[in-house]
């Protein structure tokens, strides 16, 4: 099945600077990429993604770049703000079987925007 | 945006309790349905899918007559955690997925079930 690894598992900024969180993933039918971002007690929300298709994509922000040769995709985030301090999940989309997708989630950064 | 409803948000109960979660689609269609459980610092763990009117698929070492769910409509989920016991405390979020493969996956905001 999927394996997804995420790097780092933690990492703070100077308010200002860019972030940047790797996952590679190891099924190359694997087609889709979402990240997630979870606040403490809340759900993950939807961020940006980017299917296999494109190689990068960007909304005001934050952009994610995807190598799929290489087997690996980035999220960047500039400009960093406070409020973007949270914990970060990377995601592939991949068969399961029985017709079934699901994804399979990266372990997570934790993100710390210090003001 | 998408949004997808989770209730209740947190749940106290005592040992022996059978607890229901609700999971809503409010502005789409859920052909899918996913239910997750959250370790603290931990990464979400899949426990189920569930596709509207048939039988949820349950991942390894999940106990269906444990956590009992239902996709009874294409909006509505709830997940049912049968005779709750201290360790079955944790966070459990669902997430709902529009009508084609290429639909983005969207999550509630989860429910903190605490057992005593």
């Known amino acids: 099945g999927e394996n997804v690894e995420q790097h780092p598992s933690t990492l703070s900024v100077q308010e200002g600077d860019s972030a940047v969180i790797k996952c590679t993933y190891s099924?190359?039918?694997?087609?889709?990429f979402p990240w997630y971002k979870q606040e403490l007690g809340k759900g993950p929300q939807l961020i940006i993604d980017?299917?296999?298709?494109?190689g990068e994509k960007k909304d005001q922000r934050i952009a994610v770049t995807l190598n799929k040769t290489a087997k690996h995709f980035s999220l960047h985030i500039t400009e960093t703000q406070p409020e973007d301090s949270a914990v970060y999940f990377c995601?592939?989309?991949?068969?399961?079987?029985?017709?079934?997708?699901?994804?399979?989630f990266g372990k997570g950064t934790k993100l710390s925007v210090i003001p | 945006g998408a949004v997808v409803s989770q209730h209740p948000s947190r749940v106290i109960c005592k040992s022996g309790t059978s607890v229901k979660i609700e999971c809503r689609s409010l502005?789409?269609?859920?052909?899918?349905m996913f239910w997750y459980r959250q370790f603290p610092k931990k990464s979400l763990m899949l426990m189920a899918t569930?596709?509207?009117?048939?039988?949820?698929?349950?991942e390894q070492g999940v106990e269906k007559d444990k956590f009992l769910i239902n996709h009874a409509s294409l909006t509505l989920s709830t997940l049912t955690v049968t005779s709750a016991h201290p360790e079955d405390s944790s966070f459990y979020i669902c997430?709902?997925?529009?009508?084609?493969?290429?639909?983005?996956?969207?999550f509630g905001d989860g429910t903190r079930l605490s057992i005593l």
């Open positions: 997430s709902a997925r529009d009508r084609g493969l290429d639909q983005p996956q969207h």
């Open positions: 980017i299917r296999s298709n494109v």
């Open positions: 569930s596709n509207e009117g048939s039988k949820a698929t349950y």
């Open positions: 502005d789409f269609q859920a052909t899918t």
């Open positions: 995601a592939a989309l991949a068969y399961s079987g029985a017709g079934s997708y699901q994804l399979t």
């Open positions: 099924d190359s039918a694997s087609n889709y």
